[in-house]
């Protein structure tokens, strides 16, 4: 039995030692296969350390790439920045120079309007006394300020444009304006119109519209005058007309007078003073009596304008050009006979001085002075007698 047990106990150890070698082995082989299973992990691991190590690297040489070409756009932009704050600058002193010339064409205008308005302020305050003292004339005041301006009308009419009639209707009417004034001052000024009106009444006045009509006859006549040189289609002109010996009652004349009228018919005996030289065509000749027209018309605008020299000479041209081309007949003698009749009046004559009274009237204060005095020294007379 004790065999049995200690052969139980043997086997019973047997098993047990079997049991822990089965279990050490299996346990080796897991611990080996843990091992592995790390040392797998850990190269695994240590692979992707390095490819993250790789990559790693190449994200920092490209992040450097990047890096250098953010500093050049940087350094361009400083640049840009650095141009366009000198630019801004260069804006701003403009803007300074252009706010400076602005400020002063500002105050310039400023003072220049108020100097204006100054000068008109001015005037507008003479304007208002001007209008204030005329406003305080009394009517007396308005009639000699009234003949003072017809006397100086009558002064312009005058001298300017030689107008008798006007200026006499003017000085009547300014003597007329002193009389309803009542002005004791105006008597002297109104005995000084007195005289300008008889001188005045003494003066000739030229007869414009009959000289007018006068040349007007003239240039009626002018197809009536015979040229002196032929032309085609002039009508031929009787002896009598040419000569001043047609009338005479010599012998001889009366023998050449049946010598001619015996001939008549046969040929035609034309005279003239002067040496021909060449014939004119109808056309020169229309023209030649177009020209003496002409001329007259230069007569008369020197009579409308009253302005003798171009008068007096245009009808001296016109008796010149009527010597030199046409027939000294009789219609040409009485031609030239109104001629120097219109030659003979003088279209504006000496006009007398008619100022005395203008500047005695525009002077009225000393007269009033004067007048007053005068008669402050005749009341003691009185008083006296």
Request: charged share 30%; proline share 1%; net charge negative.
């Amino acid at each position: 039995m004790a065999e049995l047990s200690e052969k139980q106990d043997q086997e019973v150890e047997v098993n047990e030692k079997l049991h822990r070698s089965r279990s050490g082995f299996w346990f080796g082989i897991i611990i080996v296969a843990i091992i592995l299973s790390i040392a797998g992990i850990g190269f695994y691991l240590f692979q992707q350390l390095r490819s993250q190590q790789e990559n790693l690297g190449g994200s920092v040489n490209k992040g450097d790439m990047r890096l250098i070409e953010l500093t050049k756009q940087i350094s361009g932009y400083q640049s840009q920045i650095a141009a366009i704050q000198t630019h801004l600058s260069n804006i701003e002193v403009e803007i300074k120079g252009k706010d400076d010339q602005f400020n002063k064409a500002l105050a310039d205008l400023s003072q220049a309007q108020t100097e204006k308005l100054d000068n008109l302020g001015q005037e507008l305050g003479d304007r208002i006394q001007q209008v204030q003292r005329q406003l305080g004339k009394t009517r007396g005041d308005w009639l000699i300020a009234d003949a003072e301006y017809l006397l100086s009308v009558a002064n312009q009419r005058l001298q300017l444009m030689g107008d008798v009639n006007t200026t006499r209707e003017a000085l009547e009417a300014a003597d007329q304006r002193l009389r309803e004034s009542g002005d004791a001052a105006a008597f002297k000024v109104r005995e000084q119109i007195a005289k300008d009106i008889a001188v005045l009444r003494t003066v000739s006045v030229p007869d414009v519209v009959g000289i007018y009509s006068a040349i007007d006859t003239l240039q009626d006549q002018a197809d009536k005058l015979a040229l002196i040189k032929p032309y085609a289609g002039k009508k031929l002109t009787a002896s009598e007309e040419i000569h001043d010996h047609a009338n005479a009652t010599t012998e001889e004349h009366d023998l050449l007078a049946k010598a001619l009228k015996q001939l008549e018919g046969v040929v035609t005996i034309r005279h003239t003073d002067q040496q021909i030289k060449e014939i004119l065509t109808p056309e020169e000749a229309q023209f030649i009596r177009q020209q003496l027209r002409v001329k007259l018309e230069m007569v008369k605008v020197g009579l409308v304008e009253q302005n003798e020299a171009l008068y007096k000479a245009s009808i001296a041209d016109v008796k010149s050009w009527l010597l030199e081309n046409f027939t000294k007949n009789g219609d040409a003698r009485n031609f030239i006979a109104e001629l120097d009749r219109l030659s003979a009046i003088n279209l504006r004559s000496q006009f007398p001085d008619i100022s005395q009274s203008l500047k005695m009237l525009r002077d009225i204060t000393k007269l009033r002075i004067e007048t007053d005095k005068a008669l402050s020294d005749s009341e003691p007379v009185k008083q006296a007698q």
